[in-house]
């Protein structure tokens, strides 16, 4: 008999960051991507995987990244299992907002949330604005989980994230 388990994912950042294009890329992969649209309040994904003996469902809430929708917050972060922080490595701002990302999901979850951070938009290397070794230095120094640079509109290292969380929860 296979065990099945789910567990809630949220993936929280700032306004396009490339949260939404990360899940379309997962859930997708064979589209290629749609243009930007602004997710509005959250959407709700499942992403599945056989792991060991056990299918394992990832439950993925896609945030919308604005303050505004910060009232809903405290049930967002309800039971989360693992909490995927992303940036824009073109963009500095999302970066240095990431610390108050993590605060806002302390505030508001377990302390046994796992806490990936996730550099996006590899794919605009030549704007680059945050190194991947600031991105690995603040993983490190903060002792969150797991550090990745993605590119979800090119399809690299997406699917990398999604099975080091399989392994993680």
């Known amino acids: 008999d296979l065990e099945e388990l789910t567990y809630k994912v949220v993936i929280i950042g700032d306004p396009a960051v490339g ?5 379309q ?12 649209k602004a997710t509005i309040g959250f ?8 792991v060991n003996d056990k299918l394992i469902t990832m439950q993925i809430w896609d945030t919308c990244g604005l303050i505004e929708f910060s009232a809903c917050t405290p049930k967002l972060y309800n039971n989360v299992s693992l909490a995927i922080i992303v940036y824009a490595i073109n963009k500095k701002e999302t970066f240095e ?14 302390a046994d949330t796992k806490v990936f951070i996730v550099g996006n938009k590899l ?9 991947k070794e600031e991105g690995e230095k603040y993983v490190k ?15 690299k290292y997406v699917h990398d994230m999604f099975n080091k969380g399989f392994v993680e929860l």
Do not use: C, G
Request: proline content about 2%.
């Open 97 to 110: 907002n990431v610390q108050n990302w993590y605060n806002l999901l302390k505030l508001n979850s377990s």
């Open 123 to 131: 794919d605009l290397e030549n704007e680059r604005e945050v190194s």
């Open 19 to 23: 949260k939404s294009s990360i899940i």
């Open 25 to 36: 890329n997962l859930v997708n992969e064979s589209e290629p991507m749609k243009e930007y």
């Open 43 to 50: 959407d709700i994904f499942n992403y599945s995987a056989h």
């Open 141 to 155: 120094d903060n002792s969150f989980k797991f550090f990745i640079e993605t590119s979800a509109k090119e399809h």
